[in-house]
Each structure stands twice: as C-alpha cells, then as structure tokens.
C-alpha cells in the first residue's frame, strides 16, 4: 500500500477495532473488514476503498447497538418509577 495509503490502512484498523467494541464479542470473519488476517488482495480492496463489512459483521453491530438501546429505555424507565414512589 506505502506510505500514500498508510492513513487508509489506519482508517481500516480503526474500524476494525471499532467494530470489536460495538459487537462486544471477540471474533472475527472469513472475509472482509473483520477478518483475523489480511492479505494482498485485502489490501488492494483496501486501496480501492471497497474491503468491507459482512452482512452478518452489520447485522451483529446492529443487534448490539439496539439491545444497548432498549436496556437504556428500561433503565430509564425503571429510574422513574422508582422516584415516582419515594
């Protein structure tokens, strides 16, 4: 890739980290901004800016984000409750 595609590959790292924290499980995929391992051919998809997530890398991320989303309306909900009987 060289240096010209070095912030590139930084931005796919991030993601890739990223997309640890928001899936909140260690693993990775066979193919794409996930995978373990990248090769060449991850790296030219790279540089084209066309590696990407797998429909199943975004429905986790996904699935995650909307359980984390619906504990904290129960969260919430449960606070009120609380202080409407103190």
Do not use: C, N
Request: no cysteine; aromatic share 6%.
């Amino acid at each position: 890739m060289g240096d010209a595609g070095a912030p590139r590959l930084l931005a796919y790292v991030l993601a890739h980290e990223i997309a640890h924290v928001l899936q909140a499980v260690d693993r990775h995929s066979e193919t794409g901004v996930m995978k373990a391992s990248w090769d060449k051919g991850d790296y030219f998809s790279m540089g084209r800016g066309r590696l990407k997530f797998t429909p199943s890398d975004i429905g986790l991320i996904r699935l995650v984000l909307d359980t984390r989303k619906t504990q904290s309306a129960a969260s919430k909900q449960r606070s009120a409750i609380i202080q409407s009987h103190q």
